[in-house]
């Protein structure tokens, strides 16, 4: 599944459609050389001459405007993809709380600190699934737009109890291999599901001031 830019006349538009994997003139290329998130392969896909049938679009949408779709795409897919960093961050924090609980008592403060940033992360979550109801939500851009913002609360709550699950654990958690070094580098790719942080923020300030969120 994904999606290309089609030049028109009018602006272009974006076709999202489907090809099989082992349709002529698709191929593999290894790159995935990331940060974190290694395990997922998520190689490039190069697409070159390959025939899409018209049955295989699924959707046409204009170029650079916002498409109801994504009110429909934004709370279903993200409720699910923030519970899977509010997963790590929760394994983050048992391993640091173990970690801690050899040492001296000193370190409550930076437990108790830890505990609540994931509270709250585990608080925004839940308003996220809330908000899904069930996936019997209405879809509105209001709504794609109170996902977007809970999302970027999650996600600076989530990296704020890794950074001080690292804390706690102490010199082995920057070591390759012990399993907070690796949540730690992990929970960086939550940033990079739609929206990142800064764009969402332009995204909702443009909407609460009542002009097009992805507007000139």
Request: hydrophobic fraction near 45%; charge should be negative; aromatic fraction near 6%.
């Amino acid at each position: 599944m994904t999606s290309v830019h089609h030049a028109t006349d009018d602006g272009g538009e974006v076709l999202n459609f489907t090809t099989p994997f082992d349709s002529e003139g698709v191929t593999m290329v290894d790159t995935w050389n990331a940060l974190g998130m290694r395990g997922t392969g998520s190689h490039d896909v190069i697409l070159d001459g390959v025939f899409v049938p018209d049955a295989s679009i699924v959707l046409r949408r204009p170029a650079g405007t916002w498409h109801p779709v994504w009110d429909v795409i934004t709370p279903t897919a993200l409720p699910l993809i923030a519970a899977a960093y509010v997963g790590l961050a929760e394994a983050a924090a048992e391993h640091a709380i173990t970690a801690a609980g050899f040492r001296r008592d000193e370190l409550a403060p930076v437990v108790g600190e830890m505990m609540n940033a994931l509270t709250i992360a585990r608080i925004t979550l839940a308003d996220m699934i809330r908000a899904n109801g069930n996936h019997g939500f209405t879809p509105s851009m209001a709504l794609s737009n109170e996902i977007f913002t809970r999302k970027s609360i999650v996600n600076d709550t989530v990296r704020a109890t890794v950074e001080l699950a690292v804390e706690l654990v102490g010199g082995p958690g920057f070591i390759h291999g012990h399993p907070v070094e690796r949540i730690a580098r992990d929970v960086r790719a939550m940033h990079f599901h739609p929206l990142p942080k800064r764009r969402q923020a332009i995204f909702s300030g443009r909407l609460a001031l009542g002009f097009d969120p992805i507007g000139e």
